[in-house]
């Protein structure tokens, strides 16, 4: 997987409609310089209409990211149900190519990466802890702490975590 495994090129476009799928997984995420999630498993529809000077990109992200979590370091699966709309404008002038979601009349490429990557961020509950995750449970090092537990390998746990309190 590449950068350029997420270009639409819309040389290619000869209908007005037209849907593209794409997938956000581990090496999705290893392209990206200090990302803030390394693994994941997304279903990605980004659906483009183009008009005169003008693509609208209907995007659509199924799936979901997994991390650590910050209260118990337990990993944990993040849900992601995103959907995203961004105006994309053709231009014969070169000056506007270094402005955003601007690209050259001449060479009509658009990378979809960096609003892949963005709006998952965004949109990650701004705690990443077990209660909102796709388990939607309390921590476990809560849950330890708070009431005993008869299963034995529990048990074992929390009397050599007693130990190194002691
Ligand atoms: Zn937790």
């Not at 007005?16 to 498993?41: A, I, P, R, T, V």
Request: one cysteine or more; glycine letters at 2%.
């Amino acid at each position: 997987m590449k950068l350029s495994d997420f270009d639409i090129d819309f040389i290619k476009f000869k209908n007005e409609k037209d849907q593209f799928h794409f997938e956000m997984n581990n090496k999705f995420f290893g392209l990206k310089e200090n990302s803030l999630y390394h693994s994941g498993d997304i279903d990605v529809a980004v659906t483009c209409e183009r008009n005169e000077n003008t693509i609208s990109v209907d995007y659509v992200l199924n799936g979901m990211v997994t991390g650590e979590c910050e209260r118990c370091l337990d990993d944990i699966e993040l849900e992601v149900k995103i959907t995203h709309n961004e105006l994309i404008k053709l231009t014969p002038n070169d000056s506007l190519l270094t402005e955003e979601n601007y690209i050259s009349i001449h060479h009509p490429v658009y990378n979809v990466y960096d609003t892949l990557y963005e709006q998952v961020c965004i949109h990650m509950p701004l705690r990443k802890i077990c209660e909102n995750s796709t388990k939607k449970q309390e921590c476990k090092i809560d849950h330890h702490l708070s009431t005993s537990t008869d299963e034995p390998i529990e048990d074992e746990r929390w009397a050599q975590l007693k130990k190194i309190i002691k």
